[in-house]
């Protein structure tokens, strides 16, 4: 009777982390596709790089702001409906960009599908660590949920490439908005019979706790915030232009599509590397090595020509990626078990935020003082991440 009990728990435990890590993939990459369609709808809308940079902005934007309101909504609903019908929303908005003809209809379709996206990581994270409640096990499912979107960043970016070099941009939208509507099915196939526990009473646990940390007391856990906030903007603002810094050299649309695969494939080997380094090394001099050599293949990329940024891609990545994800698991050693949850959710709020908002800035310095400036400064602003480290010294063990 138990090895039957055992046996239906880890075939829902299985079934959940195949779903989320479904959706993970299909929200990510959906997310990171659009750094292939912002140079094609640049030169078809006239548009100018602060007005790239706000479409940017528009979907991460709708994302950040509305994980929170998902959370609650999911206490209502149920999370497994919540995320179906997000997937529905931002499949539905791909889909429908295949016939949008003014840049007005392409930012409504954006900001729709941010707000779908939104259910996104919150609900597949909380379904996955209640289908998991042995510790061990659950960092081990949540460590394959993380790298299912490093998949679709590797995924789908070179798959709408290669579909907008055979055919055009819209009929990749289409197919790509399709085949969202195919992961939905799926995902509710596996789900239809998995039973979930209200969670009212967590979220007015969650509501009854959730406050403000003040400065002192917490400066610690506010420079590492500080450092995600400057992280994230140097990533977001920075794979924005970099399609165009590519087109500048010569590229084609499917060298674009490949070469940023290869900074994906970059991002998901350094959350494994970074996280080696870290525990060998330790948490702050990882983090300074990778902001310092973030800041150097920045400006490698900006200066050299197209075969030697080809193969700075993977290394960018691996500095991109591999600092936030030292950064997402310091949290937890900088706060009382009782703050944890408020900490990560101030965290992740900063963190995606700040990438929400730092392409229009940076297209609008790139319109005022050109690209490559704008590329500089980028890259030296990462820099002020180092003096934030000083505070940090002693925190970790």
Known sequence: MNKSCDSKKMTKGKKVLFAGCLAHLIHDGFSDMLYIFFPIWQVQFSLTFAEIGLLKTLFSGSLAGFQVPAGFLASRMGEVKL???GTILTSAAVFMLGWAAAPIIVSCLLVIGGLGSSTQHPLSSSLISSAYPDKAERRTALSTFNVAGDFGKLLLPGMTALLIAQY??????????????????VIFLITKNIRQHSSTNEGKTETATLGCFAWKGNQSFWSLSMIGVIDSATRMGF???FPFLLQEKGAQVSLIGFALSLVFAGGAIGKYICGKLATKFGILRT??????????????ILFLPLEP????????GVALNGTSSVLYGSVP???????CKQAFAIFYTATIGSGAISPFLYGLASDMVGIKIAVIMIAFI????LPLTLRLRGKFA
């Open 168 to 185: 055009d941009w819209m009929t990749a939208s289409r197919f790509l908005g399709m085949l969202g509507m195919m992961s939905v099915i």
């Open 333 to 339: 050693e900088l706060v009382s078990d009782e703050q």
């Open 382 to 385: 990462v820099l002020l991440t």
């Open 309 to 316: 940024v080809l193969l700075l891609s993977p290394i960018l």
């Open 83 to 85: 995320l179906l019908l």
């Open 287 to 300: 983090v300074v090595t990778t902001e310092m050599v973030t800041t150097l293949c920045i400006l490698g």
């Open 239 to 241: 794979l924005t232009f």
